[in-house]
């Protein structure tokens, strides 16, 4: 699965968490992708700026037995 976080020529557009109650963080100072790979025990997520493919953040959720 890959979700990505596009921008356009003009740029980034900002928004105010006033009118947001549900969003608990945004970082929208540059645009991105996230790459998740998953299988049968583990789901690993990353997310990468597309400012020369920097990676930002990525978890690791693994199952229990």
């Known amino acids: 699965v890959i979700a990505g976080a596009g921008g356009s020529l003009e740029g980034l557009s900002k928004f105010s968490r006033s009118n947001l109650p549900w969003l608990a963080a945004a970082y929208n100072a540059t645009t991105g992708y996230g790459i998740l790979d998953a299988n049968r025990t583990t789901l690993h997520w990353q997310y ?4 020369g493919d920097k990676l930002v953040d990525s978890v690791v959720i693994k199952a229990r037995h």
Not at 48 to 51: A, C, L, P
């Open 48 to 51: 990468f700026s597309t400012d």
